[in-house]
């Protein structure tokens, strides 16, 4: 301790403190083990299946099955639910039936139900059709932008302007996604900088929230941390949410992340739909009930049933004539012991 | 010590050196102490130490028997492919484990790359001493959390089953033979559910106490989350160090990686799994078992920890077993083909 009078190194000595506060030693033994993390008590959940996960199921879907799909999940506790999206039908045949999807689910009234509208002509319809919300979709590459919507990050920018106008003096809240946040499947990383330039804009033109989508899947909690850090600066954890892809096992572990830096509203689909249009094969989106086992095991609150989850999960999956991607649905099938052993989490 | 310096520089410098500032420099060195003990909690280990199970567990839970040639070549292969620990096989009676039947013969065919340890299972007396004449250098023994697992598992209660282990832990010391204790359903049992934290930190400080070297807790059904998991991790490293913790994450509910991923957080820095997933879960037809070592280094290279493995050759050990095995890997991972 150098040159200090031995009465002050006797004061300051941590011995001294130890005997004065016994329960310093075994708190700061605890505390290097213990979680540091605070959790958010509550996770809003945004359910993406009936849009971003049919869209990218290869199968065309029956109006009548998309529709019974969002009104089983409707009845799960689920507190968004997006619905459908008012693209051109020339780019997104899936999409095609959005008007007649809005218009014949039954709307619960503790349920929203956003829909895409990347332009001015697709949120007219959505409005006509009885949208109550929409969202649009920006780039953190430009790559990825021209090669998705054919226009700079730029250009996609001032178009959802105008619609955010509108949507405002219309009072419907817009919710702002910004893919590639983690990776882009042509440039590769993505600075974090410019996912926070681009989250900044959307959020300021009027998005009341942006849901911050690992698109390809690549990101794992290193580059989480590091891309929240950046775009926490600009916009309150309180407006974000993190949209995850499962493409390479990372989503749970990066939602986590998420969590622990204070993000409280995480996109999933129901039994994993949507799979990676850039890895035959591989995964795409989260699945809703793999999250919600995490979150109900954590004492999160969610409000969702995961039970109801798992059964609307099952009939999509009939409907699709395929397996589940959720593992919870895969553990509790029939003739589990699983399904006995609901006592320690559900 | 420093973090009190620390305040006592800032505070004292400058301002006279009085009885006022000794009593506040007090209180705020417990704070800045406080402070740094928190922080420290969420600092990740440089280094995680992988303990490839694939060849043992994981093919122990395979279906297919797969023929020793293409154990040997798989076991070589991820010698190839950088891992430090590679559980080789299992000396238990061929009449419970026929997968593991050929142990012997495994044993002695592969090629032991220096640097490498090849841990195999003994679940007594008798498996040790067949495990070191086939030339074992490190052995592991098996506990359970829960005494009806215990007893479905291996016909026998906790207790006596650590009595067993003793017999083992004791000739494997007189014999210079390190050995590495498992703890299984830390989680969560088949049979009794819920399992106590208290429960499983006694039976590692048993094992650790006889003389394991490094404990391996096993949610053996995967129904873990991270909640339960750090609740476990406290309960235990109150009884053994954290540096002898290994966590043994099942994927059965997609848990794995973030149960891993908070065991990091909390000073484990040794992790188990298995090369392409390999190994459902016993107790779910067709649900997954085993965490897939490929998706394990995936998020650890992302968070810039050292594991010293190739990924790619790693990979390539996956596709083989999986070739061999006809089956699909359950690494996604693996199951990625960019088409770009």
Not at chain 1, 150 to 173: G, H, W
Not at chain 2, 74 to 99: C, N, R, Y
Request: proline letters at 4%; hydrophobic letters at 40%.
């Amino acid at each position: 301790m150098g040159n200090f009078p031995t009465t002050v190194k006797h004061c300051l000595s941590y011995e001294e403190l130890i005997q004065d506060y016994p329960w310093l030693a075994r708190w700061l033994q605890e505390e290097k083990l213990a979680l540091t993390h605070e959790y958010p008590e509550y996770v809003k959940i945004v359910e993406v299946g009936p849009r971003d996960g049919l869209q990218n199921e290869k199968e065309m879907v029956p109006t009548g099955v998309k529709i019974q799909l969002i009104d089983m999940l409707s009845e799960t506790g689920l507190p968004v639910i997006e619905a459908t999206s008012f693209v051109s039908s020339k780019w997104v045949p899936q999409m095609a039936d959005h008007t007649e999807v809005l218009q014949a689910i039954h709307r619960s009234s503790h349920v929203r139900y956003p829909v895409l509208t990347p332009n001015m002509h697709g949120f007219q319809d959505a409005v006509a059709a009885g949208a109550t919300e929409v969202a649009v979709f920006g780039s953190a590459s430009e790559t990825f932008s021209r090669k998705n919507i054919n226009c700079s990050i730029d250009e996609s920018i001032l178009r959802f302007e105008e619609v955010i106008c509108t949507a405002k003096q219309r009072q419907i809240p817009v919710r702002g996604y910004v893919s590639c946040a983690l990776g882009c499947p042509y440039e590769g990383p993505i600075e974090s900088t410019k996912v926070a330039e681009v989250v900044k804009r959307l959020y300021e033109l009027g998005c009341y929230e942006v849901s911050l989508g690992d698109t390809i899947g690549v990101g794992t909690p290193g580059s989480m941390a590091k891309m929240l850090h950046s775009v926490k600066k600009e916009v309150p954890s309180s407006a974000l949410a993190v949209h995850c892809h499962d493409t390479y096992g990372q989503a749970l572990a990066n939602i986590l992340t998420a969590l622990q830096m204070g993000i409280c509203t995480v996109d999933s689909s129901v039994a994993g739909l949507g799979g990676c249009p850039y890895a035959q094969g591989a995964s795409g989106n989260v699945s809703t009930e793999d999250v919600l086992y995490m979150l109900h095991g954590m004492g999160i609150k969610t409000g969702v049933d995961l039970s109801k989850v798992i059964e609307a999960g099952d009939f999509i999956c009939k409907a699709l004539n395929r397996k589940t991607n959720s593992k919870v649905a895969q553990a509790r099938g029939d003739n589990s012991m699983h399904c006995r052993m609901k006592k320690i989490n559900t | 010590m420093a973090a009190v310096m620390r305040f006592v520089k800032r505070s004292c410098f400058g301002s006279r050196m009085g009885l006022q500032c000794l009593s506040l420099s007090r209180s705020a060195a417990v704070a800045k102490l406080v402070q740094d003990g928190a922080s420290a909690g969420k600092t990740l280990p440089e280094r995680v130490k992988i303990v490839e199970v694939g060849p043992r567990d994981g093919l122990q839970n395979e279906k297919t028997v797969v023929p020793s040639e293409v154990k040997i070549h798989l076991i070589d292969m991820l010698s190839e492919a950088g891992l430090s620990v590679i559980e080789a096989t299992s000396f238990v009676s061929p009449k419970w484990v026929p997968q593991m039947a050929d142990q012997v013969e495994v044993m002695m065919g592969i090629h032991r790359r220096p640097g490498v340890s090849y841990p195999v299972l003994t679940p007594n007396l008798k498996g040790f001493l067949a495990a070191v004449n086939a030339g074992a250098a490190e052995v592991a023994i098996f506990g359970a959390a829960s005494e009806l697992f215990s007893k479905k598992n291996i016909n026998c209660s906790v207790d006596e089953s650590l009595q067993r282990f003793e017999v083992v832990t004791k000739a494997a010391k007189e014999a210079g033979v390190p050995v590495r204790g498992y703890v299984s359903c830390v989680l969560g049992c088949p049979y009794e559910g819920k399992v106590s934290p208290d429960k499983v930190a006694q039976v590692a400080k048993r094992l650790y106490s006889m003389g394991c070297y490094e404990i391996s807790l096993g949610d053996t059904i995967g129904v873990g989350t991270p909640g339960g998991m750090t609740e476990m991790l406290q309960a235990v490293s109150r009884e053994v160090p954290v540096n002898a913790l290994a966590v043994h994450c099942h994927d059965t509910y997609g848990q794995a990686l973030a149960n891993i991923l908070i065991a990091l957080q909390m000073g484990i820095s040794v992790v188990d799994s298995s090369v392409a997933g390999l190994g459902g879960c016993p107790y779910a037809q067709g649900a997954s078992g085993n965490v897939a070592t490929e998706d394990v280094v995936y998020m650890l290279h992302g968070l810039g920890i050292q594991t010293g493995v190739d990924l790619p050759k790693l990979m390539d050990a996956g596709a083989f077993i999986c070739r061999s095995l006809n089956k699909k890997t359950s690494s996604k991972v693996a199951q990625v083909t960019c088409k770009l």
